[in-house]
């Protein structure tokens, strides 16, 4: 392809920081800076950097592979793969039914990928049960968002915004390590006098930056917000004229709040009530301030509570849909937002539309060419899924997830991945799981391929190809127009992104995430347009204007709720809710609490930055992070092996001593599979409401090991 700098974007975290990608004469690729992007402004944190290692030969598949008779993977032609594809999710689907076929996606994939793969699954195969690892990552915060606003979109403003800001608040999230650039906009912040609250049970490098940093128990974030509300409240800090104006509810969320009184608040977080009443003076005196939520106080088993509770803190004090104030969530999938909004999740349809709405149906049937009677119902959660497999799911078509690695409870879920009759993977390395699978299909990357991601900001990005795959290698669209046409369906799946985006941008056509304005070309000109975007104008189509002048496109929406919340009166909601304990509370068996999160150096599952020298040299392995008191009564030493030892089963990593991080509490990575895998120790309990499992506490024992 060409030789010169193609700009594009990262292939791994929402941030979708802007870089160039230039081919080297020797085959490589070369990554390098792109300072017209606004977001990161040619910053790049080790993993972009690297990112094109992963296009290596000697780490990517090259072969699509399929399980001989003595069980070994070996390589194989793509008519012979795919035809066993086809043949495995038919026979299944003849002797069981469609729902015994199952389809997991991922956040990664592009707009363009999962809006194919929720068509795929509910039109050829006709399966209810399709979802996505996006249900362990923000389905939470979603969900409260939806709630109190009626639409759910990461951040409803900009990055930029943020350095405005008289306060924001950061819960559960440590930026420095997972979005590293975007530290930026937060030091902006405080050059510019406004104040950083960070509340993380340990002190990690985004905590070093807070002004004020508590340290809470893990798990009791719901119990902090309603004390914090409760001062709000006590101390006549209520906006009470917004609160009359802009919201609905208020009289239950105010009477919840009050029954928790910061000594009780106290008692169950850890944190001192003058701590609390410091947090109330530096986030109500200024005149805008922020709350942001990350996997901390989300990923728990009352995580949409906890979020809400939130959301009612930032109402109660006027904080929303005003200039430079508001709550958000960072996502964290490079598509983690457009891959919740366009038909990978269960119970959802492209546009965010819910796949129980009956002129949601009606809508996305009609562009599908397809009887809406014919559209399955909603299916059933990621944890859930997973958990059928081999039993009421007996065939899986997984793109773009290594569960093995990342789900909650992995022992048990490798062991149901084990018990299907048939399992294909999509990836592009041999990952954890795929090696579990009877057939592998080597896909191409971000560089070898052109699709739209819509980053944390709601702001839909045009990732551009920049080189030529290598020989051998298809695109997951391509891949799913070849099964769809073995399945029955020669039509309707075409592989080039493009013309998905154009059958997107309709079927998103008045939906809550529409994308109906958006264009490539625009997204080119643009540097990205924010969602919502309709086509303009309202009720003319492009053949109808004639050779009038062009209207005016709509601009998109970078900050939403200024005027009206989405909800139908156009308030926001508050919502009532008490604080309850974690789904399973330190005992005498257990005393310890565990929780799990990310190093800077490693994403995810670790399928790819596990190939990257670079990386595995900076972060090589797994490691329990305890506090010196802990480690003297274990009587461990710094690198010492330590069993860490739940229901769920036994995890063994050197110990790594710090201060950093409360005494009650250890910390895993959940980045590596085998001994030291985290997941195989986490509690799948999950939040009634979004499904998310608690990955963010479960109770545990330390156990010394001789070496
Ligand atoms: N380097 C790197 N960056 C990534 C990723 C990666 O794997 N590696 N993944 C991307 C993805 S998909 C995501 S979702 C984001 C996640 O981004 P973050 O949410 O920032 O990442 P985590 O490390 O999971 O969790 C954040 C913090 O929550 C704290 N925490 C644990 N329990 C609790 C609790 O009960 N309450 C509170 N308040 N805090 C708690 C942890 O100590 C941790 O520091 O990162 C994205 N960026
Ligand atoms: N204990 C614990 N567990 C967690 C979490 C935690 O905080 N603690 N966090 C959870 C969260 S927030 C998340 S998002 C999940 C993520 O966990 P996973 O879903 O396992 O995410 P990845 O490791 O990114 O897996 C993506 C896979 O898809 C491949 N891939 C990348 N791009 C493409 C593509 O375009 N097409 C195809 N076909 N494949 C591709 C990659 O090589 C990789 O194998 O983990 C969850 N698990
Ligand atoms: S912060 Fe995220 S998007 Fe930016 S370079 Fe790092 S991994 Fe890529
Ligand atoms: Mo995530």
Request: hydrophobic share 40%; net charge negative; aromatic share 6%.
């Amino acid at each position: 392809m060409q030789n010169t700098a193609t700009p594009t974007h990262c292939p791994y975290c929402a941030l979708q920081c802007g870089m160039n990608l230039t081919p080297a004469p020797d085959g490589t690729v070369e990554v390098g800076e792109r300072a017209d992007f606004p977001v990161n402004r040619g910053a790049l944190c080790g993993k972009g950097r690297t990112a094109a290692s992963v296009l290596a030969r000697n780490v990517r598949l090259t072969s699509p592979l399929v399980r001989d008779e003595g069980g070994t993977l070996v390589p194989a032609s793509w008519d012979e793969a795919l035809e066993k594809i086809a043949a495995g999710l038919g026979r299944t689907r003849a002797e069981h039914g469609p729902d015994a076929v199952g389809v997991f996606g991922g956040g990664g994939l592009t707009n363009e990928k999962a809006y194919t793969l929720g068509k795929f699954a509910r039109v050829v195969l006709g399966t209810s049960q399709i979802d996505y690892n996006g249900r362990f990552c923000m389905s939470s915060a979603a969900a409260a968002g939806i709630k109190a606003f009626g639409l759910d979109r990461g951040l409803p403003f900009p990055l930029e915004d943020i350095p405005k800001s008289g306060c924001v608040i950061l819960v559960g999230s440590n930026l420095a390590e997972t979005m590293p650039p975007s530290l930026r906009f937060f030091t902006e912040l405080k050059e510019n006098g406004g104040t950083l609250i960070v509340i993380d049970p340990r002190r990690t490098k985004t905590a070093e930056q807070a002004d004020l940093h508590l340290a809470p128990r893990p798990g009791t974030d719901l119990a902090l917000a309603l004390g914090l509300l409760h001062l709000v409240i006590a101390e006549g800090r209520v906006d009470e004229e917004y609160v009359r104006d802009r919201t609905s509810g208020w009289e239950d969320a105010r009477a919840a709040a009050m029954a928790h009184w910061p000594e009780y608040v106290e008692r169950i977080t850890g944190v001192s009530v003058p701590r609390l009443r410091e947090v109330v003076r530096l986030f109500c005196e200024p005149e805008s301030a922020m709350v942001l939520t990350a996997r901390g106080p989300e990923q728990q088993s009352k995580g949409t509570d906890t979020v809400g509770a939130w959301i009612n803190l930032c109402l109660a004090t006027g904080r929303a849909g005003r200039p430079r104030s508001g709550y958000g969530c960072l996502t964290g999938q490079g598509n983690g937002q457009g891959g919740r909004e366009h038909g990978q999740k269960a119970d959802q349809l492209p546009g965010y539309r819910k796949l129980d709405d009956p002129a949601a149906r009606a809508h996305v049937a009609e562009v599908w060419g397809v009887d809406p009677d014919s559209l399955p119902g909603p299916g059933r959660s990621a944890y859930e899924l997973l958990d059928a497999l081999g039993t009421d799911i007996r065939s899986l078509l997984l793109m773009a997830s290594n569960p093995v690695v990342s789900a909650p409870r992995a022992a048990h879920i490798e062991e149901r991945i084990r018990s299907l009759d048939f399992l294909a993977v999509c990836d592009v390395v041999l990952s954890e799981t795929a090696e579990l699978a009877d057939v592998v299909l080597p896909v191409t990357q971000w560089a070898e391929e052109t699709g739209t991601t819509t980053n944390l900001e709601g702001r839909v990005l045009l990732r551009r190809r920049a080189i030529t795959p290598p020989e051998g290698i298809r695109s997951d669209l391509e891949v799913l127009h070849e099964l769809a046409a073995r399945l029955g369906a020669e039509k309707g799946f075409p592989t080039d992104p493009e013309e998905v985006f154009e059958e997107l941008r309709r079927a998103s056509a008045g939906g809550a995430a529409d994308y109906s304005g958006i264009t490539y070309r625009r997204l080119a000109e643009e540097n990205g347009v924010f969602w919502p975007c309709p086509a303009e104008p309202a009720g003319a189509d492009e053949d109808a204007l004639g050779g009038g002048e062009a209207p005016a496109a709509h601009p998109g929406t970078p900050r939403l709720f200024l005027d009206r919340f989405a909800t139908p009166d156009g308030r926001a909601r508050f919502v009532p809710v008490s604080h309850r304990a974690t789904a399973e509370e330190p005992d005498e068996e257990y005393p310890v609490l565990l929780t799990t999160g990310r190093v800077v150096a490693q994403y995810q599952s670790g399928a790819q930055t596990r190939r990257v020298a670079e990386l595995n040299a900076a972060a090589p392995g797994p490691f329990v992070e305890l506090h010196p008191r802990l480690a003297a009564r274990l009587g461990a030493s710094e690198g010492d092996p330590v069993a860490v030892v739940s229901r769920r089963g036994r995890a063994v990593a050197p110990a790594r001593i710090t201060h950093a991080i409360r005494p009650d509490t250890v910390f895993m990575p959940f980045h590596w599979a085998g001994e030291g895998r985290a997941n195989t120790l986490t509690n799948p309990a999950l939040d009634p409401t979004s499904r998310m499992p608690e990955f963010k506490t479960c109770a545990v024992r330390l156990e010394t090991v001789e070496r």
